[in-house]
Nanobody, 130 residues
Framework: QVQLVESGGGLVQAGGSLRLSCAAS????????MAWFRQAPGKEREIVAA????????YYANSVKGRFTISRDNAKNTEYLQMNSLKPEDTAVYYC???????????????????????WGQGTQVTVSS
């Protein structure tokens, strides 16, 4: 059974930091692009950051560029999102996502399209108070 389990969410004051982790089990995702999405109340799910299998390429939404850092440790089958200088508008449920290992992806490929991602975590709440 494949699972993506997020952790590290919580309540933080504006300007603070959090580090989200996404531990994958049941499959190896070392060649699969992975990403973080978020969804705020009343809003659509949006891409936050994405990373290629080899970590050679990364993508950030304009709203988080310079503040968030996506990374992965393929030996641990884990993805991370370091969030610094948090703002109240970053409040949302954060989801990690992984493309299926059954498809071939080059190590440099990443995607911002939700349709690419077959496996999703259950989400972790991030709340930033002003």
């Amino acid at each position: 059974q494949v699972q993506l389990v997020e952790s590290g969410g919580g309540l933080v004051q504006a300007g603070g930091s959090l580090r989200l982790s996404c531990a994958a089990s049941g499959r190896t995702f070392s060649r699969s692009p992975m990403a973080w999405f978020r969804q705020a109340p009343g809003k659509e799910r949006e891409i936050v950051a994405a990373i290629s299998g080899s970590s050679s390429n990364t993508y950030y939404a304009n709203s988080v560029k310079g503040r968030f850092t996506i990374s992965r440790d393929n030996a641990k089958n884990t993805e991370y999102l370091q969030m610094n200088s948090l703002k109240p508008e970053d409040t949302a449920v954060y989801y990690c996502a992984a493309a299926s290992p059954d498809r071939y992806y080059s190590g440099s490929y990443l995607s911002t399209n939700t349709a690419t991602y077959y496996y999703w975590g259950q989400g972790t709440q991030v709340t930033v108070s002003s």
